[in-house]
């Protein structure tokens, strides 16, 4: 059975390019498009779609306020469609909040149609996958996490982790368990450009540690986690002593830009068995054999769970391939990391 999917749209024009574009894919099928909540709100009930991609700002309702309703009353797969500005990036992450599943960007300067197309039909692939979709308890801060047992001994370690769907709950709860004395942390979490900055910015007020958005040559440094830059792929490299991040503008992989393989092929080259590799939930295989790689370098390697990852792909595909040392659950990971950069 195809996934049925419903768009919500004020943009006639959106709605037909999204239609037309998911069609091309023989195992989505668009069952209907709605220009407000107020209709989508009837489609839901009579179409019964798999997932929904869902405009911000809408007359008569906007989306925020659908989505948290229909979480609370109607809970399916919600896909938040954005605009590129800085308040989109602040907008998405309030919806993930409120539990939608993934974020994408509407076509842009930066972002063609083709590169959303990709996209989206895989995040649409990823969100008819997920297992639960409720709204998250954002209660948990770093003042209230027990990490106390969380210390590290050395420091010349690095960690490189990646995620995708469901990966920005995931990621917080990795992070917010990192003691100020942790080793530089770099990550790829697929997102837009400009979704990241407003990402960093949440998790550095919840965080010990300092989280930033990355910029061209930062270096790594003990106690910072730097998170990939939307639309720019993040590598690491070596000046003596002191590693530092450098962006690019190469091709997408696996659809992606950042993506999680070209970080962890950097991180396999410079940092070799003064590594620690991770990849958490998420949809397909971007990351598998560059963890790999990791591994036959001299790193310690973690793939999350089934039973706690919203999906399970990214994760999977690395366990198939060897790329694994360990399979952890989720709130496993944090503790393991640091036990691996102690060796």
């Known amino acids: 059975m195809p996934i049925k999917v419903l768009i919500i749209d004020d943009s006639a024009m959106v709605r037909k390019v999204f239609s037309q574009e998911l069609q091309k894919d023989p195992d989505i099928e668009v069952v209907g498009t709605a220009p407000d909540p107020i209709i989508g709100r009837d489609k839901i009930v009579q179409l019964k779609p798999d997932v929904i991609t869902l405009d911000v700002e809408m007359p008569r309702m906007d989306g925020l306020t659908f989505l948290e309703k229909l979480m609370k009353h109607y809970p399916i797969p919600v896909i938040i469609v954005s605009s590129l500005a800085q308040k989109g990036g602040d907008v998405a992450m309030k919806a993930i909040e409120l539990g939608a599943v993934e974020v994408i960007a509407k076509p842009g300067t930066a972002y063609s149609v083709g590169d959303m197309s990709e996209q989206l039909i895989e995040k649409v692939k990823a969100a008819a996958s997920v297992k639960v979709f409720k709204p998250v308890n954002l209660s948990t801060t770093a003042s209230s996490v027990a990490s106390s047992a969380l210390m590290v001994k050395t420091t010349n370690k690095i960690i490189a ?5 469901g990966g920005t709950e995931a990621l917080k709860e990795v992070l917010i368990r990192m003691p100020l004395n942790c080793p530089p942390i770099v990550v790829v979490q697929h997102m837009p450009q400009n979704f990241t900055k407003a990402f960093a910015d949440r998790l550095n007020g ?8 990355s910029v061209e040559g930062e270096r790594l440094e003990i106690g910072k986690a730097i998170i990939a830059q939307g639309n720019k792929h993040m590598e690491i490299r070596r000046s003596g ?78 366990v198939l391939v060897g790329a694994a040392e360990v399979v952890k659950p989720l709130l496993s990971i944090p503790q393991t990391m640091l036990d691996f950069c102690n060796d």
């Open 241 to 318: 002593a002191n590693y530092y991040v450098t962006l690019n503008d190469d091709p997408m992989m696996f659809h992606q830009r950042p993506a999680v393989e070209i970080l962890f092929n950097s991180v396999a080259k410079y940092a070799g068995k003064n590594a620690v590799g991770v990849i958490l939930t998420g949809m397909g295989k971007d990351g598998a054999v560059g963890l790999l790689n990791m591994r036959n370098a001299g790193a310690h390697t973690i793939a999350q769970d089934e039973r706690t990852s919203v999906v399970y792909g990214m994760p999977k595909e690395a």
């Open 206 to 213: 919840l965080c010990k540690i300092r989280v930033t958005e």
């Open 161 to 165: 982790i990646g995620a995708s769907t």
